[in-house]
């Protein structure tokens, strides 16, 4: 258990719907990371947050969008959800940001559009 | 711009046998080099990262900056060691991770 959090595990929706993923990182981490994996495009950095701030913005489509709260816990907005969207989601964490850190996963949100 | 190649998709041994899994990458300044191994798209796991040089689950990694090279080695295989492999960077001020493609790697008994 790495103890990154990642609600709901699955879940299935129609196109055009909104989701949240919902994401909690390790005690003491103050870095949040979102992650897609597809099987096209493999695993593809979307957007980085460190204590509240947006730190890094990667592949993250304008449908999309993420916050992390006070409580350092993240959320990952998916709007309009087409075909495409079908993936894991993977949130991070990390202490800080500098060299020498460590990145732990969480198991991933599957996320099926239909 | 931050790129990492891993130039196998696939790689399949048989049990006992020696396995390289290749990583090559591209970062104009010092990068921070890492492995993490998924299994069954389970979540990804750290399995090595260069800066520490130890060896986990009998693999070890070498960064070479001569070559650009990270490549990942054990000398004898398992079949538990079947798995996807993926080469990650990290370097900046960000500190965000940027992933190679994978490799999957299948011991066979």
């Known amino acids: 258990d790495s103890g990154v959090t990642q609600t709901p595990k699955h879940l299935i929706t129609a196109t055009g719907q909104r989701v949240t993923l919902r994401c909690s990182p390790r005690s003491g981490d103050l870095s949040v990371y979102w992650y897609q994996q597809s099987l096209d495009q493999g695993l593809q950095f979307l957007i980085q947050y460190y204590n509240g701030e947006e730190r890094a913005k990667g592949n993250i489509l304008e449908r999309f969008s993420a916050q992390q709260f006070p409580d350092l816990h993240s959320e990952l907005n998916l709007s309009s959800l087409e075909l495409g969207d079908s993936a894991l989601y993977f949130c991070?964490?990390?202490f800080g940001t500098g060299f020498g850190n460590t990145i732990y996963f969480g198991e991933g949100s599957w996320l099926t559009v239909v | 711009a931050q790129r990492v190649t891993q130039p196998e998709k696939l790689l399949s041994v048989f049990k006992g046998a020696p396995v390289e899994l290749k990583c090559n990458y591209s970062y104009s300044g010092s990068p921070e080099l890492f492995w993490y191994v998924q299994y069954s798209r389970q979540r990804l796991q750290l399995l090595l990262r260069h800066i520490s040089r130890e060896s986990i689950k009998g693999f070890t990694a070498d960064l070479n900056k001569g070559e650009t090279s990270f490549h990942l080695k054990k000398p004898f295989a398992q079949e538990e060691d079947s798995a996807m492999y993926y080469c990650?960077?990290?370097?900046?001020?960000?500190?965000?991770?940027?992933f190679g493609k994978g490799t999957l790697l299948t011991v066979n008994p």
């Open positions: 991070a964490s990390s």
């Open positions: 990650a960077l990290s370097g900046g001020s960000n500190y965000k991770l940027t």
